[in-house]
Nanobody, 125 residues
Framework: QVQLVESGGGLVQAGGSLRLSCAAS????????IGWFRQAPGKEREFVAG????????YYPDSVKGRFTISRDNAKNTVYLQMNSLKPEDTAVYYC??????????????????WGQGTQVTVSS
C-alpha cells in the first residue's frame, strides 16, 4: 500500500512558476512509476508528466513539454513537478498517482492504483 499526498499548489500569475510535491508513505515507493495528472472543471483527467521507478526516464505530453519537469528523490519518498511559464489553461486540480505494476508510467488514469487527494493550481491572466 502506498499513500500519496500532494502539496505546493496555489495562485500564481501567468508566466510564473510553482513546484508541486508528492510525498509517499510505504517502503516500496521506489519501485513505483509515478504520474502527474490534472483535471479542470468539466474536463477529463489529463496526463501531464510521468517518471519511471528509478527516475531515469521522464515523459510529457506536448502541451507541457519544455515547461514542466518531473523528478523524484526516492530517499525522501517524494516526487516533484516543477511548472514554469504557467498559463491560465494550466489551471486545474493536480494529482499524483502511482502504478504498482511495471517500471514505466502510463498516460491513462486507469493504469494507476494509488492517488493523492489533489492540490489546486490557479493561474491568473
Amino acid at each position: 500500500q502506498v499513500q500519496l499526498v500532494e502539496s505546493g499548489g496555489g495562485l500564481v500569475q501567468a508566466g510564473g512558476s510553482l513546484r508541486l510535491s508528492c510525498a509517499a508513505s510505504g517502503r516500496t515507493f521506489s519501485s513505483y512509476p509515478i504520474g502527474w495528472f490534472r483535471q479542470a472543471p468539466g474536463k477529463e483527467r489529463e496526463f501531464v508528466a510521468g517518471i519511471s521507478a528509478g527516475g531515469r526516464f521522464t515523459y510529457y505530453p506536448d502541451s507541457v513539454k519544455g515547461r514542466f519537469t518531473i523528478s523524484r528523490d526516492n530517499a525522501k519518498n517524494t516526487v516533484y513537478l516543477q511548472m514554469n511559464s504557467l498559463k491560465p489553461e494550466d489551471t486545474a486540480v493536480y494529482y499524483c498517482a502511482g502504478r504498482s505494476g511495471g517500471s514505466s508510467p502510463k498516460a491513462a488514469p486507469t493504469d494507476y492504483d494509488y492517488w493523492g487527494q489533489g492540490t489546486q493550481v490557479t493561474v491568473s491572466s
